[in-house]
């Protein structure tokens, strides 16, 4: 079974920065190119952004300059950060890795950018 675990998410003010965390169990995490989500309310999941297995990084075009993906592999875990936080950045967050044919994600975590 793959488990997938986010935290970081929280209340801030627009201009303010968090980090969430992803921390995988159950795959050779290493070897996996990992992705964020994110779901605000009333809108279709969106997907944010890619790290390879090798570290390669893509995101969608509204956090790039703003939003960073990175991972730590020894420790299974990939990370987003996110500075100069927007009121439109405000969903629930969702790490996503596709293995062993199937799509996992985790329960999200909250992101609320206040104005």
């Known amino acids: 079974q793959v488990y997938l675990k986010e935290s970081g998410g929280g209340l801030v003010q627009a201009g303010e920065s968090l980090r969430l965390s992803c921390v995988a169990s159950?795959?050779?995490?290493?070897?996996?190119?990992m992705h964020w989500y994110r779901q605000a309310p009333g809108k279709q999941r969106e997907w944010v952004a890619t790290?390879?297995?090798?570290?390669?990084?893509n995101s969608t075009d509204s956090v790039k300059g703003r939003f960073t993906v990175s991972r730590n592999n020894p420790w299974n875990t990939m990370y987003l950060g996110m500075n100069n936080l927007e009121p439109d950045d405000t969903a629930v967050y969702y790490c996503?890795?596709?293995?062993?044919?199937?799509?996992?994600w985790g329960q999200g975590t909250q992101v609320t950018v206040s104005s």
């Open positions: 996503n890795v596709r293995a062993r044919g199937s799509d996992w």
């Open positions: 159950g795959i050779n995490f290493k070897i996996y190119a």
């Open positions: 790290i390879s297995a090798t570290g390669s990084t």
